[in-house]
């Protein structure tokens, strides 16, 4: 049963770090854009923004995972 709950834990916590990863690399296209100006496509401000709000909720649901495993 041990080793269940600290595979599982590994697992959310691998995947919240990948969701962070995502935010980041989604500010950082955003960032670009505006850094740019007008000469920078807008389909990297998509694509960010597509980042940030992916990342984002995929974090709130392993967080919510994790706070059903434990609870």
Known sequence: METE???SLAIHLTIILCAVALVVWG????DRKS???NSASSNDTSTGTTL????GLLAITQIAKLIELFA
């Open 52 to 55: 940030i709000v992916c990342g």
């Open 5 to 7: 709950v600290l595979s």
């Open 35 to 37: 850094s740019a100006g």
């Open 27 to 30: 500010k950082v296209l955003r």
